[in-house]
């Protein structure tokens, strides 16, 4: 046999030897290849995150009070009766709530939030108003925003389900009162002044009405 010949066999077996020796080390793949097994640990963990967030906090409570709070327990109490009930949606519609009554207020237009307002509420404000005509005084105000928004505090009677919501507002606005001869007594319309009211807000929860009413106020 000459030389080539044996070199090319000699060639042959190392390459022969070679891949042999990488189909030991990699391993052979034959058609569809399956995910690796290291992802199932991945999807199982991904059900049981899902188990968590259903049979877990209800957000729309957590975001507005502490989870282990009586406040919770209450809200949750609230949510039993009434299931479509949105501490959210309530939270924002007393930030809206504030503005319409306190400018209403300011202005004297008492007939546009009186739907809103107890009837205590309502005559106490009805009282101040008659007052501030009677001595020829008058508010020019503008609203100018909320600053601070916090449920503070929620009561709830089962028996009756009777609803209490209280809320912390900081707002902003620029008051000036004038007198009769329409000179400025009090303030300064360039001036923004912080206002802190703290009010109470009641329903009686489960009732096809979904209006809530301001029963208390407090500065």
């Given at each position: 046999?000459?030389?080539p010949m044996i070199q090319l066999l000699v060639l042959a077996g190392i390459a022969i030897f070679l891949i042999l020796r990488l189909k030991s080390v990699l391993g052979s793949r034959e058609g569809f290849e399956k995910p690796p097994v290291q992802q199932q640990p991945e999807a199982h963990k991904s059900r049981r995150d899902f188990e968590v967030i259903e049979g877990g906090p209800d957000?729309?409570?957590?975001?507005?009070?502490?989870?282990?709070s009586e406040q919770a327990q209450t809200l949750t109490a609230m949510k039993r009766v009434e299931p479509g009930f949105s501490v959210t949606e309530f939270v924002q519609g007393a930030r809206g709530a504030y503005e319409m009554i306190v400018m209403g207020f300011e202005?004297?237009?008492l007939d546009e939030i009186q739907p809103f307002l107890s009837e205590?509420?309502?005559d106490t404000f009805v009282s101040v108003v008659s007052d501030r005509e009677d001595?020829?005084?008058s508010i020019e105000a503008e609203f100018i925003g909320v600053r601070e928004t916090t449920l503070a505090d929620v009561k709830f009677d089962k028996d009756s389900n009777q609803a209490e919501i209280t809320m912390k507002f900081v707002g902003e606005l620029t008051s000036v009162v004038r007198d009769r001869g329409g000179d400025i007594i009090e303030g300064n319309p360039n001036t923004v002044k912080r206002q802190k009211d703290s009010w109470t807000f009641a329903r009686v929860m489960g009732k096809d009405d979904p209006n809530w009413l301001l029963v208390a106020t407090d500065a």
């Amino acid at each position: 046999m000459n030389e080539p010949m044996i070199q090319l066999l000699v060639l042959a077996g190392i390459a022969i030897f070679l891949i042999l020796r990488l189909k030991s080390v990699l391993g052979s793949r034959e058609g569809f290849e399956k995910p690796p097994v290291q992802q199932q640990p991945e999807a199982h963990k991904s059900r049981r995150d899902f188990e968590v967030i259903e049979g877990g906090p209800d957000h729309d409570i957590t975001d507005h009070v502490a989870e282990d709070s009586e406040q919770a327990q209450t809200l949750t109490a609230m949510k039993r009766v009434e299931p479509g009930f949105s501490v959210t949606e309530f939270v924002q519609g007393a930030r809206g709530a504030y503005e319409m009554i306190v400018m209403g207020f300011e202005k004297g237009n008492l007939d546009e939030i009186q739907p809103f307002l107890s009837e205590e509420v309502f005559d106490t404000f009805v009282s101040v108003v008659s007052d501030r005509e009677d001595q020829g005084l008058s508010i020019e105000a503008e609203f100018i925003g909320v600053r601070e928004t916090t449920l503070a505090d929620v009561k709830f009677d089962k028996d009756s389900n009777q609803a209490e919501i209280t809320m912390k507002f900081v707002g902003e606005l620029t008051s000036v009162v004038r007198d009769r001869g329409g000179d400025i007594i009090e303030g300064n319309p360039n001036t923004v002044k912080r206002q802190k009211d703290s009010w109470t807000f009641a329903r009686v929860m489960g009732k096809d009405d979904p209006n809530w009413l301001l029963v208390a106020t407090d500065a």
